[in-house]
């Protein structure tokens, strides 16, 4: 199972909000993808209305993406697009990004597991930059040799 | 049924939502009368304006010039040739800082701006400065975050000084600032000012005239009104000296090839169709807040006010911001170790709508040390029960919040 389906499926077994955001929040606090100690300037994605930084780098075949916010829950949400991306190996990045160039997300996953329907589009747009972002990053390291 | 729940049902929004609506800083409902007025027209009397003498035509533009005069009286401006349509209270800042002001001033003039206006009254005035060479000086405040009047009225002596930029209740704080001081103070010195009147217009009445400041800017949509509606007021001796900033049709007096010659205030600020349902809605809002009339709104919310500052004291660890001289329910706040985004968010949850962030004055933000905050706007139509209600929900969500930390 892929890390989304595994995600809405955790999500399906949760009736209340109580519930949804606890699981949000947890994700935050245990994630491999999350260093609360990130607060570096230089990872600041601009725009969000919580602060997100978001630290990317390659390891051998892989791009990592480390993350942090100082909202509980947007710290969860950074967290569940990282994983979400994050098994992506070099060849699984190609065939995202063939005949799509670098598209914005599109929420997909977020709007299955109903998070985002109560989320203005300001935080939509915060949710967009992360995407944009990790996006960005592989597809510039997959087009580019010297990485 | 008591007064209040009469004058509620009288918003279908509340037929149709079980949320509680404390956003109304950022926009308000729109009563039936509103709505229908729209819908009406475009069933039965659409047609355009100032063109076509066909009974319809004639019909609107009577409509449309009636629902000029009415704001005329709302504000008390002196002729329906001071009110101009626009968008809203950006589109009206945006059109004297790119018309008026982009004329008459000229390099090393100073602009008078404070760190707690409104992004849409920084923005233009920041744009403008890059055109005419003009600066920006940033007036002081007070702690309790009203304006400085001892320094501004300083800083008004200063020969460089062409322009004070103000608000007239902060859509932060909820705070009613003594504009009339300011602007005296302004017109002795000769210094032009502008009031950003956003917030102003559905809780304050306004009378231009007494005020006797240059431009007033509102927008219809904070005032029960459409979305895409504001006006601008100008002094009819200023909006006379103005040239029209965008052309097109129903502006002219004579076309020519090479040259054309304009009608005069408010039309030649007018070109193209106007949004004249809207316009229409307008009107109707205004004579909804009338027939309620401003004193009622004012007692309504002056209740709701004392009641919900009563029970925010019950929250620990809150900090509200410019809590001493609030005169309008605005409620801005933050909950200590906790981020306003996750309670804003939580709120939502439980269907509770506010709003946070940096409210569109991050200037102000940075002058409090703080990112954004939870912004509780109420409006007249808002309910003790809805207060209490939010209040449980709160301590809900803090809870909640800190469990999980």
Redesign the interface.
Known sequence: MTSTEEIILDFKTLPTWEEKYEYIIELGKNSQFINPKLTDEKYLLEGCQSKVWIKCKVRKDEVIFIGNSDALITRGLVALIIKLYSKNCKNDWEKMFVGREKERGNHHVLKEIGIIKHLSMTRAQGLSLMEEKIKNYAFDWIQNSSY | MTLQKKIRDKFPFFKNNQGIYFDNAATTQKPNVVIERIINFYKTENSNVHRSLHKTGVHNTEEFEKSREAIKDFIGAESSDEIVFTSGTTDSINIIASSFFKKTLKHGDEILISPIEHHSNILPWQNLIKETGAKIKTIPIKADLTYDYGEIQKLLKRRSVKLLVIHHVSNVTGITQNIKQLIDEATKSAVRVVVDGAQAVAHEKINVKKLGCDFYCFSGHKMFGPTGTGVLFGKKELLSQISPYKFGGGMVKNVGINKSTWLQSPYKFEAGTQNIAGVLGLGKAVEFIQELGIDLIKKIETEIMTCMVEELKTIPGIQIYGDEKRTIPIFSFNIKNI?H??LT??L???NVLTR??HLCNQPLMSYLNI??CVRVSLAFYNTPEEINCFILTLKKVIS??KN??
């Open positions: 981020h985004y996750d968010a939580l939502a949850e439980n946070s962030g990112d954004g909640f919040l999980n930390k």
